[in-house]
Every structure is written in structure tokens, then in C-alpha cells.
């Protein structure tokens, strides 16, 4: 089999690919969507849509994993810290990205997605985390900090992404961040 051209950057080609899944989901339930139906719609061939990707469950692993970590980048300004700040605008990276894309799609396609959202969006998290706890704890605090960290800030943008939180999502963000922070610092001092 043929090896995938590891390119980070999103090519007009691969962006065809995932505007004609865009415009697919709206149509189409995702089981009934073929390669065949994407490539049409980016008007390119099925070879080149294999050239980019192995299926259609790798295109939408890559449409959500490359959402959660430019929603992250994008509020932190690439800068990787562990602040009250940051936790704050990690909180609010989330929020953007529950909010993308706004696309009328068919029910198969969200019961597919949520799942993949909250999956990619913690793995982006802990990536995040455990850089900046890199200078401030060992190995196994960083492990034990950043699942706990990414599920509080993870479960924090999603009650707002949700409906289901009473504070608008400034304020989820700065309540957030003082637990993260104020359990981090409460846990070092048991050390």
C-alpha cells in the first residue's frame, strides 16, 4: 500500500475534499456517503482522494482533529503555557470549536461526530497541558494532571456548548480555570 504524504498543511486539493464533505453532510447520511460522491464534489478523481486519504473515516478523524487543534492555537496564540490565563482561553478554544462548523447536517453525521469531537478535542487538550506542566511537574504528575485538567476544561465548554450551563462562556471560562489552577496548586502542596 502506498504511503500518505504527511503534509500538515491543508492543500487546495485536500480543502476540495473537505468542502465536498461539507457540502455531502447536508445531503446525505455519512454511512451512504461514498468516496466516489466526495471526489465528485471536489471535482478531482478517487486516486487523488486516496492520495490524501485512506477512507472517509480518515477524512472526518482529520476534519476534527485539525478543528480542536486550530481552535487551540488560534486562542492561545501557539504560545503553550500553564496559567490561570491559559486554562481560561483553553476553555473558550472549546467553545469555538463545539460552534464549527455551522452546517446543516443529517443526524448520522452529529451521532458520528459528537463522540469523535469530545475524543479529539481531550487528546488536543492533554497535548496542550502536558507541555506546559513540561517545566513544573514530573512524569507522573504530568500524566495524572493533564486527564484530569482536559476533562475539567473539556466538560466545562461543553455544558456551554450544550445549553446546559447558566453562565455565558466568558465566565465558565474564568470559573474553569480557577479550579484547574486552584486544584493544581492545592495538590502541590501535598507534595
Not at 486539493?13 to 446525505?28: D, E, N, R
Not at 454511512?31 to 478523481?45: E, F, R, S, W
Not at 496559567?83 to 472549546?94: F, G, K, N, P, R
Request: charge should be neutral; hydrophobic fraction near 40%.
Amino acid at each position: 500500500m502506498a504511503t500518505k504524504v504527511l503534509n500538515m498543511r491543508t492543500t487546495p486539493t485536500k480543502q476540495a475534499l473537505i468542502q465536498a464533505f461539507f457540502q455531502l453532510v447536508s445531503k446525505k447520511d455519512f454511512d451512504k456517503m461514498t468516496i466516489a460522491d466526495i471526489a465528485k464534489g471536489a471535482q478531482v478523481n478517487r486516486a487523488t482522494f486516496y492520495a490524501h486519504f485512506n477512507d472517509k473515516y480518515e477524512l472526518l478523524d482529520y476534519i476534527v482533529g485539525d478543528s480542536a487543534s486550530n481552535a487551540i492555537v488560534s486562542r492561545t496564540n501557539g504560545e503553550v503555557k500553564f496559567d490561570q490565563e491559559s486554562i481560561s482561553q483553553l476553555v473558550l478554544a472549546l467553545c469555538d470549536y463545539y460552534q464549527q462548523p455551522n452546517i446543516p447536517c443529517r443526524s448520522s453525521y452529529i451521532a458520528l461526530v459528537v463522540p469523535q469531537l469530545k475524543d479529539k478535542a481531550i487528546t488536543e487538550l492533554k497535548a496542550y497541558l502536558l507541555k506546559g506542566l513540561d517545566p513544573i511537574c514530573s512524569e507522573d504528575e504530568k500524566a495524572f494532571y493533564t486527564s484530569i485538567f482536559a476533562q475539567m476544561i473539556h466538560d466545562g465548554a461543553f455544558q456551554w456548548a450544550s445549553g446546559k450551563a447558566v453562565f455565558d462562556k466568558e465566565e465558565i471560562a474564568k470559573k474553569v480555570a480557577l479550579l484547574v489552577m486552584n486544584g493544581f496548586q492545592s495538590s502541590a502542596k501535598f507534595n
